[in-house]
Protein backbone atom coordinates (compact mmCIF):
# COMPACT_ATOMS: atom_id res chain seq x y z
CA UNK A 1 0.00 0.00 0.00
CA UNK A 2 2.88 2.52 0.82
CA UNK A 3 4.33 1.74 -2.57
CA UNK A 4 1.36 2.81 -4.33
CA UNK A 5 1.04 5.86 -2.21
CA UNK A 6 4.58 7.14 -3.04
CA UNK A 7 3.66 6.23 -6.36
CA UNK A 8 0.35 8.17 -7.05
CA UNK A 9 1.92 11.57 -7.84
CA UNK A 10 3.94 10.25 -10.57
CA UNK A 11 0.90 8.07 -11.90
CA UNK A 12 -1.07 11.38 -11.76
CA UNK A 13 1.10 12.48 -14.68
CA UNK A 14 0.98 9.51 -16.54
CA UNK A 15 -1.43 10.59 -19.50
CA UNK A 16 0.18 14.38 -19.46
CA UNK A 17 0.13 16.26 -22.69
CA UNK A 18 3.53 18.07 -23.12
CA UNK A 19 1.70 21.65 -24.46
CA UNK A 20 1.14 24.66 -22.55
CA UNK A 21 -2.40 24.39 -21.40
CA UNK A 22 -3.15 27.57 -23.15
CA UNK A 23 -1.85 26.56 -26.36
CA UNK A 24 -4.14 23.43 -26.10
CA UNK A 25 -7.81 26.00 -27.66
CA UNK A 26 -7.41 24.70 -31.31
CA UNK A 27 -11.00 26.72 -31.49
CA UNK A 28 -9.60 29.77 -31.47
CA UNK A 29 -6.37 29.54 -31.45
CA UNK A 30 -4.82 31.18 -35.34
CA UNK A 31 -3.27 29.77 -38.15
CA UNK A 32 0.84 30.73 -38.03
CA UNK A 33 1.35 33.38 -40.51
CA UNK A 34 4.17 32.30 -42.95
CA UNK A 35 7.65 33.28 -42.73
CA UNK A 36 9.70 36.19 -44.46
CA UNK A 37 10.20 34.72 -48.49
CA UNK A 38 12.36 38.13 -49.81
CA UNK A 39 14.12 40.80 -48.98
CA UNK A 40 11.55 43.80 -47.16
CA UNK A 41 12.04 47.50 -45.70
CA UNK A 42 10.09 49.18 -43.05
CA UNK A 43 10.26 51.95 -40.32
CA UNK A 44 10.44 49.74 -37.20
CA UNK A 45 11.58 46.67 -37.36
CA UNK A 46 9.98 44.23 -34.03
CA UNK A 47 11.89 40.98 -32.95
CA UNK A 48 10.10 38.93 -30.97
CA UNK A 49 6.27 38.12 -30.83
CA UNK A 50 5.51 37.99 -27.40
CA UNK A 51 3.73 40.32 -25.32
CA UNK A 52 6.32 43.15 -25.17
CA UNK A 53 7.22 43.21 -29.33
CA UNK A 54 3.25 42.81 -29.37
CA UNK A 55 2.29 45.56 -27.30
CA UNK A 56 5.36 47.83 -29.03
CA UNK A 57 4.30 47.53 -32.12
CA UNK A 58 -0.03 48.48 -30.94
CA UNK A 59 1.59 51.52 -28.95
CA UNK A 60 4.17 52.76 -31.77
CA UNK A 61 0.67 52.54 -34.45
CA UNK A 62 -2.11 54.14 -31.81
CA UNK A 63 0.74 56.71 -31.76
CA UNK A 64 2.01 56.95 -35.29
CA UNK A 65 -0.76 55.73 -37.51
CA UNK A 66 1.30 55.79 -40.35
CA UNK A 67 4.38 53.92 -39.16
CA UNK A 68 5.06 51.05 -41.30
CA UNK A 69 6.33 48.06 -38.83
CA UNK A 70 7.38 44.49 -39.22
CA UNK A 71 7.41 42.15 -36.31
CA UNK A 72 8.98 39.02 -36.51
CA UNK A 73 9.02 35.96 -34.72
CA UNK A 74 11.33 32.76 -34.63
CA UNK A 75 8.48 30.52 -33.95
CA UNK A 76 4.40 31.68 -33.51
CA UNK A 77 3.41 33.76 -31.82
CA UNK A 78 2.31 33.33 -28.12
CA UNK A 79 4.91 30.31 -28.07
CA UNK A 80 7.47 32.21 -26.11
CA UNK A 81 7.18 32.85 -22.23
CA UNK A 82 4.27 34.96 -23.09
CA UNK A 83 2.18 31.81 -23.52
CA UNK A 84 3.53 29.60 -21.10
CA UNK A 85 3.09 31.32 -17.86
CA UNK A 86 0.49 31.36 -15.11
CA UNK A 87 -1.46 34.20 -16.60
CA UNK A 88 -0.87 36.34 -13.45
CA UNK A 89 -1.44 39.81 -14.26
CA UNK A 90 0.28 42.24 -11.72
CA UNK A 91 0.21 46.24 -11.84
CA UNK A 92 3.90 46.04 -9.86
CA UNK A 93 7.06 47.60 -12.64
CA UNK A 94 9.86 46.71 -10.15
CA UNK A 95 9.08 43.69 -8.00
CA UNK A 96 7.57 45.15 -4.83
CA UNK A 97 8.39 48.12 -2.50
CA UNK A 98 11.97 46.60 -0.92
CA UNK A 99 13.26 46.30 -4.27
CA UNK A 100 12.34 50.03 -5.74
CA UNK A 101 13.31 51.86 -2.87
CA UNK A 102 17.21 50.04 -3.08
CA UNK A 103 17.47 49.86 -6.83
CA UNK A 104 15.64 53.35 -7.84
CA UNK A 105 15.43 55.65 -4.77
CA UNK A 106 12.78 57.85 -4.58
CA UNK A 107 10.48 56.83 -7.48
CA UNK A 108 8.58 54.55 -5.67
CA UNK A 109 5.63 56.37 -5.73
CA UNK A 110 6.02 57.34 -9.53
CA UNK A 111 6.48 53.72 -9.97
CA UNK A 112 3.29 53.28 -8.47
CA UNK A 113 1.41 55.56 -9.98
CA UNK A 114 2.42 54.14 -13.96
CA UNK A 115 1.78 50.67 -12.81
CA UNK A 116 -1.70 51.50 -11.89
CA UNK A 117 -1.89 53.74 -15.11
CA UNK A 118 -0.48 51.23 -17.07
CA UNK A 119 -2.73 48.77 -15.70
CA UNK A 120 -5.87 50.45 -16.60
CA UNK A 121 -4.93 50.95 -20.07
CA UNK A 122 -4.07 48.04 -20.65
CA UNK A 123 -7.07 46.79 -19.30
CA UNK A 124 -9.31 49.51 -21.78
CA UNK A 125 -7.03 48.60 -24.59
CA UNK A 126 -8.90 44.95 -23.92
CA UNK A 127 -12.42 46.55 -24.18
CA UNK A 128 -11.36 48.75 -27.23
CA UNK A 129 -10.19 45.87 -29.58
CA UNK A 130 -12.94 43.45 -27.58
CA UNK A 131 -9.87 41.21 -27.18
CA UNK A 132 -11.18 38.15 -24.75
CA UNK A 133 -8.22 37.77 -22.51
CA UNK A 134 -10.46 35.61 -19.92
CA UNK A 135 -9.46 38.89 -17.26
CA UNK A 136 -10.44 38.23 -13.88
CA UNK A 137 -10.32 41.13 -11.28
CA UNK A 138 -9.41 38.23 -7.90
CA UNK A 139 -6.14 40.22 -6.81
CA UNK A 140 -3.62 38.03 -5.46
CA UNK A 141 -3.26 35.91 -2.35
CA UNK A 142 -0.66 34.56 -0.40
CA UNK A 143 -0.55 32.08 1.75
CA UNK A 144 1.40 30.75 4.89
CA UNK A 145 2.38 27.34 5.41
CA UNK A 146 4.78 28.08 8.88
CA UNK A 147 4.71 30.89 11.69
CA UNK A 148 7.78 32.92 10.51
CA UNK A 149 5.29 32.94 7.35
CA UNK A 150 2.07 34.15 9.20
CA UNK A 151 4.40 36.77 11.26
CA UNK A 152 5.46 38.12 8.07
CA UNK A 153 1.94 38.52 6.55
CA UNK A 154 0.32 40.19 9.37
CA UNK A 155 3.19 42.47 9.75
CA UNK A 156 2.23 43.13 5.64
CA UNK A 157 -1.26 43.36 6.68
CA UNK A 158 -0.62 45.97 8.72
CA UNK A 159 1.33 48.06 6.98
CA UNK A 160 -1.13 48.02 4.38
CA UNK A 161 -4.10 49.09 6.20
CA UNK A 162 -1.66 51.95 7.65
CA UNK A 163 -1.10 52.71 3.70
CA UNK A 164 -4.97 52.56 2.93
CA UNK A 165 -4.74 49.15 1.23
CA UNK A 166 -7.31 46.86 0.37
CA UNK A 167 -6.28 43.98 2.15
CA UNK A 168 -7.83 41.20 4.06
CA UNK A 169 -6.23 39.10 6.73
CA UNK A 170 -7.35 35.80 6.88
CA UNK A 171 -6.39 33.22 10.04
CA UNK A 172 -5.86 29.67 9.91
CA UNK A 173 -9.68 28.55 9.82
CA UNK A 174 -10.62 31.83 7.60
CA UNK A 175 -8.00 31.00 5.24
CA UNK A 176 -8.94 27.32 5.15
CA UNK A 177 -12.38 28.44 4.65
CA UNK A 178 -11.50 30.42 1.33
CA UNK A 179 -9.26 27.48 -0.01
CA UNK A 180 -9.34 24.42 1.89
CA UNK A 181 -5.66 22.87 2.43
CA UNK A 182 -4.44 21.60 5.64
CA UNK A 183 -1.15 23.22 5.11
CA UNK A 184 -2.21 26.58 5.42
CA UNK A 185 -2.33 29.08 8.57
CA UNK A 186 -3.12 32.42 6.85
CA UNK A 187 -3.73 34.30 4.23
CA UNK A 188 -3.16 38.06 2.95
CA UNK A 189 -5.67 38.91 0.22
CA UNK A 190 -4.88 41.92 -1.79
CA UNK A 191 -7.54 42.91 -3.15
CA UNK A 192 -6.80 46.35 -5.34
CA UNK A 193 -4.44 47.65 -7.67
CA UNK A 194 -6.65 45.60 -10.41
CA UNK A 195 -4.76 42.58 -10.19
CA UNK A 196 -5.94 39.39 -11.12
CA UNK A 197 -6.08 36.47 -13.74
CA UNK A 198 -5.85 35.87 -17.64
CA UNK A 199 -5.43 33.85 -20.45
CA UNK A 200 -1.97 34.86 -21.36
CA UNK A 201 -2.23 33.21 -25.06
CA UNK A 202 -5.44 34.22 -25.69
CA UNK A 203 -4.18 38.24 -25.04
CA UNK A 204 -1.41 37.48 -27.64
CA UNK A 205 -3.62 36.02 -29.89
CA UNK A 206 -6.38 39.04 -29.56
CA UNK A 207 -3.25 41.41 -29.68
CA UNK A 208 -1.79 39.59 -33.13
CA UNK A 209 -5.17 40.04 -34.25
CA UNK A 210 -5.16 43.89 -33.82
CA UNK A 211 -2.15 44.33 -35.17
CA UNK A 212 -2.90 42.44 -38.53
CA UNK A 213 -6.16 45.14 -38.72
CA UNK A 214 -3.80 47.64 -37.91
CA UNK A 215 -1.41 47.18 -41.44
CA UNK A 216 1.59 45.60 -38.95
CA UNK A 217 3.06 43.07 -41.12
CA UNK A 218 3.84 39.76 -39.34
CA UNK A 219 6.42 37.06 -40.03
CA UNK A 220 6.22 33.60 -37.83
CA UNK A 221 8.48 30.94 -38.06
CA UNK A 222 11.34 34.17 -38.91
CA UNK A 223 14.61 33.74 -36.82
CA UNK A 224 16.97 36.61 -36.60
CA UNK A 225 20.72 35.87 -37.81
CA UNK A 226 21.78 39.38 -36.69
CA UNK A 227 21.02 43.56 -36.66
CA UNK A 228 24.06 45.24 -38.10
CA UNK A 229 24.18 49.34 -38.83
CA UNK A 230 23.93 50.61 -42.26
CA UNK A 231 25.54 53.52 -42.85
CA UNK A 232 24.67 56.22 -40.51
CA UNK A 233 20.98 55.80 -40.20
CA UNK A 234 19.64 52.42 -40.70
CA UNK A 235 19.61 48.90 -39.40
CA UNK A 236 19.99 45.89 -41.97
CA UNK A 237 19.11 42.74 -40.16
CA UNK A 238 19.04 39.36 -42.06
CA UNK A 239 16.33 36.61 -41.39
CA UNK A 240 16.23 33.24 -43.46
CA UNK A 241 18.97 34.87 -46.13
CA UNK A 242 16.78 37.84 -46.46
CA UNK A 243 17.24 41.21 -45.64
CA UNK A 244 14.89 43.53 -43.72
CA UNK A 245 16.00 47.47 -43.86
CA UNK A 246 14.81 49.99 -40.89
CA UNK A 247 15.42 53.03 -39.88
CA UNK A 248 14.49 51.56 -36.56
CA UNK A 249 14.71 48.46 -34.63
CA UNK A 250 13.13 47.03 -30.93
CA UNK A 251 14.87 43.68 -29.34
CA UNK A 252 11.80 42.51 -28.06
CA UNK A 253 13.58 38.56 -27.18
CA UNK A 254 13.49 38.73 -23.38
CA UNK A 255 15.01 35.40 -22.48
CA UNK A 256 16.65 34.21 -25.70
CA UNK A 257 19.01 34.73 -27.55
CA UNK A 258 19.92 38.37 -28.59
CA UNK A 259 22.87 40.00 -30.87
CA UNK A 260 23.11 42.78 -28.86
CA UNK A 261 25.89 42.21 -25.87
CA UNK A 262 24.56 44.71 -24.12
CA UNK A 263 21.18 42.75 -23.58
CA UNK A 264 22.35 39.55 -23.45
CA UNK A 265 24.68 40.43 -20.05
CA UNK A 266 22.00 41.86 -18.19
CA UNK A 267 19.48 38.35 -17.89
CA UNK A 268 19.83 35.17 -17.33
CA UNK A 269 17.33 32.20 -18.73
CA UNK A 270 15.28 30.64 -15.27
CA UNK A 271 13.05 27.81 -16.32
CA UNK A 272 10.05 26.86 -14.64
CA UNK A 273 7.79 24.20 -14.40
CA UNK A 274 4.12 23.96 -14.61
CA UNK A 275 1.22 21.41 -14.75
CA UNK A 276 -2.37 21.30 -14.90
CA UNK A 277 -4.86 19.20 -13.58
CA UNK A 278 -8.22 18.05 -15.75
CA UNK A 279 -11.07 19.82 -14.64
CA UNK A 280 -12.48 19.46 -11.38
CA UNK A 281 -15.86 17.60 -10.65
CA UNK A 282 -18.43 19.60 -8.40
CA UNK A 283 -17.51 17.25 -5.83
CA UNK A 284 -14.04 17.86 -5.89
CA UNK A 285 -14.44 21.45 -6.31
CA UNK A 286 -16.44 21.03 -2.99
CA UNK A 287 -13.88 19.56 -1.19
CA UNK A 288 -11.19 22.81 -1.27
CA UNK A 289 -14.04 25.34 -1.92
CA UNK A 290 -12.37 27.45 -4.17
CA UNK A 291 -14.49 27.55 -7.10
CA UNK A 292 -16.55 30.03 -4.77
CA UNK A 293 -13.58 33.12 -4.87
CA UNK A 294 -11.14 31.80 -7.50
CA UNK A 295 -8.14 33.42 -5.43
CA UNK A 296 -4.91 33.62 -7.05
CA UNK A 297 -2.39 32.50 -4.76
CA UNK A 298 1.00 32.18 -4.22
CA UNK A 299 2.67 30.45 -1.07
CA UNK A 300 5.06 33.51 0.97
CA UNK A 301 8.19 31.11 0.35
CA UNK A 302 11.53 32.10 -1.41
CA UNK A 303 10.91 29.13 -3.83
CA UNK A 304 7.10 29.16 -3.78
CA UNK A 305 4.69 27.92 -6.05
CA UNK A 306 2.04 29.70 -7.93
CA UNK A 307 -1.62 28.60 -9.00
CA UNK A 308 -4.73 29.53 -10.04
CA UNK A 309 -8.22 28.07 -11.49
CA UNK A 310 -9.39 28.35 -15.08
CA UNK A 311 -12.75 28.98 -16.45
CA UNK A 312 -13.21 25.20 -16.88
CA UNK A 313 -12.40 24.59 -13.36
CA UNK A 314 -9.00 22.90 -13.93
CA UNK A 315 -5.72 23.81 -11.47
CA UNK A 316 -2.42 25.25 -13.26
CA UNK A 317 0.46 24.60 -10.88
CA UNK A 318 3.60 26.07 -11.32
CA UNK A 319 7.35 26.88 -9.53
CA UNK A 320 8.43 26.10 -6.40
CA UNK A 321 11.79 23.91 -6.11
CA UNK A 322 11.49 22.88 -9.59
CA UNK A 323 12.61 26.31 -11.06
CA UNK A 324 16.00 25.29 -12.78
CA UNK A 325 19.47 27.79 -14.25
CA UNK A 326 20.94 25.70 -16.66
CA UNK A 327 24.68 26.27 -17.48
CA UNK A 328 25.91 28.43 -19.87
CA UNK A 329 22.23 29.92 -20.33
CA UNK A 330 20.84 26.69 -21.52
CA UNK A 331 17.53 27.60 -23.64
CA UNK A 332 17.74 23.30 -25.32
CA UNK A 333 14.12 22.75 -25.74
CA UNK A 334 15.12 19.13 -26.98
CA UNK A 335 17.06 18.40 -23.41
CA UNK A 336 15.49 20.80 -20.85
CA UNK A 337 12.04 21.60 -21.50
CA UNK A 338 10.45 17.81 -20.51
CA UNK A 339 12.20 16.65 -17.52
CA UNK A 340 9.94 13.93 -15.60
CA UNK A 341 11.74 14.70 -12.48
CA UNK A 342 11.01 18.37 -12.51
CA UNK A 343 7.28 17.39 -13.30
CA UNK A 344 7.16 14.96 -10.13
CA UNK A 345 8.14 17.52 -8.05
CA UNK A 346 5.39 19.90 -9.07
CA UNK A 347 3.02 16.94 -8.76
CA UNK A 348 4.18 15.50 -5.08
CA UNK A 349 3.94 19.20 -3.80
CA UNK A 350 0.68 19.49 -5.66
CA UNK A 351 -0.55 16.87 -3.38
CA UNK A 352 1.34 17.66 -0.11
CA UNK A 353 -0.90 21.06 -0.46
CA UNK A 354 -4.68 19.69 -1.67
CA UNK A 355 -4.21 16.22 -0.03
CA UNK A 356 -8.26 15.83 -0.94
CA UNK A 357 -7.60 15.57 -4.46
CA UNK A 358 -5.86 12.54 -4.09
CA UNK A 359 -6.85 10.61 -7.42
CA UNK A 360 -7.10 13.37 -9.80
CA UNK A 361 -5.25 13.65 -13.09
CA UNK A 362 -2.86 16.08 -14.64
CA UNK A 363 -4.03 16.71 -18.16
CA UNK A 364 -1.14 19.24 -19.26
CA UNK A 365 2.30 19.47 -18.32
CA UNK A 366 4.97 22.53 -19.68
CA UNK A 367 7.76 24.68 -19.45
CA UNK A 368 9.20 27.98 -20.48
CA UNK A 369 12.01 30.61 -19.86
CA UNK A 370 11.96 33.10 -17.69
CA UNK A 371 14.42 36.04 -18.24
CA UNK A 372 16.02 37.43 -14.83
CA UNK A 373 17.93 40.47 -14.30
CA UNK A 374 20.39 41.55 -11.18
CA UNK A 375 17.73 44.26 -10.97
CA UNK A 376 14.50 41.70 -10.63
CA UNK A 377 12.20 43.41 -13.03
CA UNK A 378 12.95 45.10 -16.46
CA UNK A 379 15.53 46.39 -18.22
CA UNK A 380 15.88 48.76 -20.62
CA UNK A 381 18.10 50.35 -22.96
CA UNK A 382 19.03 51.76 -26.21
CA UNK A 383 22.50 52.03 -28.80
CA UNK A 384 23.42 53.37 -31.81
CA UNK A 385 22.07 56.75 -31.48
CA UNK A 386 18.35 55.26 -30.58
CA UNK A 387 18.21 53.38 -34.06
CA UNK A 388 18.00 50.34 -31.53
CA UNK A 389 16.02 49.57 -28.35
CA UNK A 390 15.35 46.85 -25.99
CA UNK A 391 13.08 45.99 -22.95
CA UNK A 392 13.95 42.65 -21.69
CA UNK A 393 14.42 40.78 -18.25
CA UNK A 394 11.18 41.23 -16.47
CA UNK A 395 11.59 38.21 -13.65
CA UNK A 396 8.34 36.75 -13.39
CA UNK A 397 5.95 39.89 -13.84
CA UNK A 398 5.88 40.32 -17.72
CA UNK A 399 1.90 39.59 -17.75
CA UNK A 400 1.43 43.52 -16.90
CA UNK A 401 4.34 44.98 -16.89
CA UNK A 402 5.61 44.33 -21.12
CA UNK A 403 2.92 46.69 -21.66
CA UNK A 404 4.91 49.24 -19.43
CA UNK A 405 8.42 47.98 -21.02
CA UNK A 406 7.27 48.31 -24.45
CA UNK A 407 6.04 51.80 -23.50
CA UNK A 408 9.82 52.44 -22.73
CA UNK A 409 11.08 51.04 -25.87
CA UNK A 410 9.26 53.07 -28.21
CA UNK A 411 9.74 55.84 -26.69
CA UNK A 412 13.52 55.50 -26.74
CA UNK A 413 12.98 55.10 -30.18
CA UNK A 414 11.51 58.16 -30.66
CA UNK A 415 7.78 57.52 -30.52
CA UNK A 416 6.35 60.22 -28.16
CA UNK A 417 8.97 60.13 -25.64
CA UNK A 418 8.24 61.38 -22.10
CA UNK A 419 9.80 62.29 -19.26
CA UNK A 420 9.59 58.91 -18.05
CA UNK A 421 13.03 58.43 -20.05
CA UNK A 422 14.93 60.48 -17.61
CA UNK A 423 13.55 58.11 -14.65
CA UNK A 424 16.58 56.58 -13.16
CA UNK A 425 14.57 53.28 -13.43
CA UNK A 426 15.29 53.97 -17.32
CA UNK A 427 18.61 55.42 -17.27
CA UNK A 428 20.29 53.13 -14.24
CA UNK A 429 22.54 50.61 -15.54
CA UNK A 430 21.95 47.22 -14.04
CA UNK A 431 24.65 45.27 -12.64
CA UNK A 432 25.85 42.63 -15.37
CA UNK A 433 26.04 38.74 -14.48
CA UNK A 434 29.23 37.11 -13.59
CA UNK A 435 30.58 34.78 -16.47
CA UNK A 436 30.73 30.98 -16.20
CA UNK A 437 31.51 28.86 -14.27
CA UNK A 438 30.69 31.35 -11.37
CA UNK A 439 27.38 32.12 -12.47
CA UNK A 440 26.04 28.88 -12.29
CA UNK A 441 27.84 27.92 -8.92
CA UNK A 442 26.08 31.13 -7.64
CA UNK A 443 22.74 30.13 -8.86
CA UNK A 444 23.07 27.07 -7.58
CA UNK A 445 24.22 27.70 -4.10
CA UNK A 446 21.45 30.34 -3.80
CA UNK A 447 18.95 28.32 -4.93
CA UNK A 448 20.40 25.74 -2.13
CA UNK A 449 20.46 28.45 0.34
CA UNK A 450 16.62 29.31 -0.51
CA UNK A 451 14.99 25.82 -0.13
CA UNK A 452 17.45 25.49 3.18
CA UNK A 453 15.56 28.93 4.65
CA UNK A 454 12.28 27.58 3.66
CA UNK A 455 12.62 24.50 5.55
CA UNK A 456 14.11 26.25 7.99
CA UNK A 457 11.34 28.45 9.29
CA UNK A 458 12.39 31.66 6.67
CA UNK A 459 15.70 32.02 9.13
CA UNK A 460 18.02 32.65 6.57
CA UNK A 461 21.87 31.59 6.69
CA UNK A 462 24.95 33.92 5.91
CA UNK A 463 25.09 34.03 2.13
CA UNK A 464 21.14 35.18 1.85
CA UNK A 465 21.88 38.04 4.34
CA UNK A 466 24.83 39.45 2.36
CA UNK A 467 22.84 39.04 -0.61
CA UNK A 468 20.05 40.58 1.28
CA UNK A 469 22.58 43.58 1.63
CA UNK A 470 23.15 43.72 -1.60
CA UNK A 471 19.52 43.44 -2.62
CA UNK A 472 20.20 39.92 -4.84
CA UNK A 473 18.42 38.28 -2.15
CA UNK A 474 16.03 35.84 -4.05
CA UNK A 475 17.94 34.84 -6.96
CA UNK A 476 15.87 32.40 -8.38
Known sequence: MQATTNQAHIEALKDSKYCPLWHDQPDIRPDT?????????????????????????????????????????????????????????????????????????????????????????????FEKYNIDARYESVGETEVATNQHSVDELRKAYEEGIAEGDDVVFFNTVEMQAQVNSPTYLAGLWYKGDQNGIVDPARVCWGLKRVLLELGVRIFESTPLTDSLPLGSDKMHSTCL?????????????????????????????????????????????????WFKTRHAIGNHANMFHYYRVTQDNRITWGGGGAVRYYFNKGTDFTTQADIPERFEQLSKEFF????????????????????????????????????VAWAVGYTGLGVGATRFGARIGIELLGYQPSDILQMQFVTKKPMPWAPEPFRWFGVRFTQNALVKADKNNGKRGLWLKLLDAMNLGFTC
Open 241 to 289: GHVITSDKVLMATNAYKNPLKAVSRTTIPVWDYQIATEPLTPEQLETIG
Open 33 to 125: LPALSQDESCELLIVGGGFTGLWAALQAKERCPKADIILIEKTFIADGASGRNGGFINSSLAHGETNTDHHFPGEADRLYELGQQNMTELLET
Open 352 to 387: ETFPSLEGIKFSHRWSGIIATSTRFCMVPGSTLNGR
